[in-house]
């Protein structure tokens, strides 16, 4: 799925949401203090799971972007759990 379908232009840049970040690492330290669990990103409200392939992975320039959403994602663990 091509960045324009997703609702990017040139005015319009979709890129990662600092607070959305944080709140998802937040939930995942809870769930290392305790018996674990299972962190579902990009759910819609009738709970129809979209995932993050189609809407975060285009937001990295890479050309392997789900390495770029990875190294990214490793960026943030190593930053915030120190």
């Known amino acids: 799925m091509s960045n324009s379908l997703l609702g990017e232009n040139e005015s319009i840049k979709l890129r990662p949401i600092p607070h959305i970040e944080h ?8 769930f290392l203090n305790t018996n674990g669990g299972v962190l579902l990103v990009r759910v819609e409200d009738d709970l ?13 320039k890479d050309s392997d972007k789900k390495d770029a ?14």
């Open 23 to 30: 709140s998802a690492f937040k939930n995942i330290a809870a």
């Open 48 to 60: 129809n799971v979209i995932g993050i392939d189609t809407t975060d992975y285009p937001t990295f």
């Open 69 to 82: 959403f990875l190294k990214h994602f490793d960026n943030l663990l190593a930053k915030l759990f120190r």
